[in-house]
Structures are given as C-alpha cells and as structure tokens.
C-alpha cells in the first residue's frame, strides 16, 4: 500500500511524494521546481496526479524538467521515422525520326529505346508521314536527316523553326561538315551529326540540344569565306543575325523589312548554303550511318 509523506525543506513549497514497493519494475521521476521528486508506480491516474502538481513549475522553468530513469535502468528509445524519399524521376525526351532509309529508321529506333531518358515518339520516311503519326504530340528533340528522297531536310527544318515552340532538331546526315554546318545553322538547327560517328556521338547531341545547346563542329575561316562569296550582299545582314540565331521577326524589326522578305533571303541563303551532293555517291553510302557502336 502506497503511503503518501509530505517534505519541506526550509523556504519549499510543500511537494508530494509517493512511495511504493521497491519491486516496481519502472518508476517514473519528474525534478519538480524545488528540487523534490515525484515517484509514481505506473499507473496512468498517479501520473497524471504527478504531472498536474508540477505542471506550473514545468511551464515556468521547462529547462529544469528532464525525465529520469533509475540507475541500471536502459534507456527505451523509440526511433522517429525517417521522411520517406521518392526516387526523382527525370522526364523521358521523347524523340522524333525523320530519314527515307528504312535501316536507319530501325538502327536509330532500337537504340534510343534502350537509352532510359529517350524514348520514340514516331519515326517515318516523309515529312507527311511523320506529322500523321505524331498526331499534334510535341517532341522535344526531331532527328532529321538532310537528304530525303521527297523532301529537303533544311526546307522542312526552316518550315519546323518557323513555328510557335518548335522541337530542337538534330540533322543527321552522311554530309556534314562545314557547308552542312552553315547551311543547318542558317536554317535554326540545334546541332549537326556526322552519321560516320558513334552512335553515342549523335544520343549526346539530342540530350544536349533538348537542353538548349547548340552542337556544331567549328568552321574552318577559308570555308566560311568562300560561303559568304556566295551570298549577295543584301543577304550578309540576314545571315549574320541568322548565325546569332535571331528569330525572322527580330530580324524584320533591326532591317525594317516585312518578315515575307526576311523569310524569302533566308531560303534563298539556305539554298546557295548548302552542300551538292558527290557525283559517284552510292544511296547506302550517303544514307546509311557509317558505325552503329557506341
């Protein structure tokens, strides 16, 4: 039976203290405000009996409120839970292809489908083809090839930049080099691909474009001078702005031209840019990637 004593040492309040049988397995200190101790034996009505007497102490001095636990007695510690952290899932760029080769297009498909952040939207042999398949989805990054045996695949890449939002567009072609390099850059395209390179070369250059970069070998001085000797010299402001890849109508509003014009001396720019192809040329030579390794 708990008996129940009243201490007092000179100038305390009065605290009550409870005593019990030395068996109890787990007692519960409290260091009130004076210093005394308020001894329960576990039972939930004699805790709350002691926490209300020293509630008001504990309010006024919650520093000098520490749980105790008796000598030899293990600490019971009860693990917070960890925040629970979800695995970031980058987004998938999801990828057009453009090319009238049938090995390219399933080359090109079976590789990038393996890549986890790329995936094929729609790949076709036409411009036509292609729009009827993406069926008004966005891709973000449009691999194009430069020779297409119905199309020119810089006329369809001025027609794509001209849009609102256009897609960053990769031209992948047997013909890179300084001329192509001009020429696709006259015409708005994020990068230039030779398709002798690994295939590697070309996944790195789609990542790089969706993120705004602009990825073309530089242009030896002799060959940008002998493209320049073919432009008129109306034409050297526009492409100049062009190469700064200045939208048409920016370029309408410096020259104080209608944007018909501006887009008119861009295609004609484009054209007398762009590289002939080699007399002697075999189709799967200038189509076909030179190397699938990576």
Same mark, same amino acid.
């Given at each position: 039976?708990?008996?129940?004593?009243?201490?007092?040492?000179?100038?305390?309040?009065?605290?009550?203290?409870? !005593?019990?049988?030395?068996?109890?397995?787990? !007692?519960?200190?409290?260091?009130?405000?004076?210093?005394?101790?308020?001894?329960?034996?576990?039972?939930?009505?004699?805790?709350?009996?002691?926490?209300?007497?020293?509630?008001? #102490?504990?309010?006024?001095?919650?520093?000098?409120?520490?749980?105790?636990?008796?000598?030899?007695?293990?600490?019971?510690?009860?693990?917070? +839970?960890?925040?629970?952290?979800?695995?970031?899932?980058?987004?998938?760029?999801?990828?057009?292809?453009?090319?009238?080769? +049938?090995?390219?297009?399933?080359?090109?498909?079976?590789?990038?489908?393996?890549?986890?952040?790329?995936?094929?939207?729609?790949? #076709?042999?036409?411009?036509?083809?292609?729009?009827?398949?993406?069926?008004?989805?966005?891709?973000?990054?449009?691999?194009?090839?430069?020779?297409?045996?119905?199309?020119?695949?810089?006329?369809?890449?001025?027609?794509?930049?001209?849009?609102?939002?256009?897609?960053?567009?990769?031209?992948? !072609?047997?013909?890179?080099?300084?001329?192509?390099?001009?020429?696709?850059?006259?015409?708005? #395209?994020?990068?230039?691909?030779?398709?002798?390179?690994?295939?590697?070369?070309?996944?790195?250059?789609?990542?790089?474009?969706?993120?705004?970069?602009?990825?073309?070998?530089?242009?030896?001085?002799?060959?940008?001078?002998?493209?320049?000797?073919?432009?008129?010299?109306?034409?050297?402001?526009?492409? #100049?702005?062009?190469?700064?890849?200045?939208?048409?109508? !920016?370029?309408?509003?410096?020259?104080?031209?209608?944007?018909?014009?501006?887009?008119?001396?861009?295609?004609?720019?484009?054209?007398?840019?762009?590289?002939?192809?080699?007399?002697?040329?075999?189709?799967?030579?200038?189509?076909?990637?030179?190397?699938?390794?990576?």
């Amino acid at each position: 039976m708990l008996n129940t004593m009243l201490h007092r040492r000179q100038g305390d309040d009065a605290v009550a203290t409870a !005593s019990r049988p030395a068996a109890n397995p787990i !007692s519960l200190a409290v260091a009130g405000e004076n210093g005394c101790i308020v001894d329960t034996d576990g039972r939930f009505d004699r805790i709350v009996a002691a926490a209300t007497a020293i509630r008001p #102490a504990c309010s006024a001095t919650p520093d000098r409120c520490k749980v105790h636990r008796p000598p030899g007695q293990p600490a019971v510690v009860t693990p917070s +839970p960890l925040p629970t952290r979800w695995p970031r899932l980058e987004p998938m760029l999801r990828i057009a292809l453009l090319d009238d080769h +049938p090995a390219v297009l399933a080359g090109l498909r079976r590789l990038i489908d393996a890549e986890p952040d790329l995936s094929v939207a729609a790949v #076709a042999a036409t411009a036509p083809e292609l729009a009827t398949k993406l069926n008004g989805l966005r891709p973000d990054v449009l691999i194009l090839d430069y020779d297409l045996a119905r199309d020119d695949g810089l006329t369809h890449l001025r027609r794509i930049k001209s849009r609102t939002n256009p897609p960053a567009v990769v031209v992948y !072609s047997a013909y890179a080099g300084p001329a192509l390099n001009l020429a696709a850059r006259a015409a708005q #395209a994020d990068a230039v691909v030779d398709k002798a390179e690994p295939v590697q070369t070309l996944l790195t250059a789609v990542r790089r474009a969706a993120n705004g970069d602009v990825v073309m070998a530089p242009v030896p001085r002799d060959a940008f001078e002998a493209a320049v000797a073919r432009l008129e010299d109306d034409d050297l402001p526009v492409f #100049a702005m062009l190469l700064d890849r200045e939208p048409l109508d !920016s370029i309408a509003d410096v020259l104080r031209v209608d944007q018909a014009e501006v887009n008119r001396r861009a295609q004609r720019i484009v054209g007398r840019l762009r590289p002939r192809r080699s007399v002697g040329l075999e189709d799967d030579d200038v189509r076909a990637p030179k190397a699938w390794s990576r």
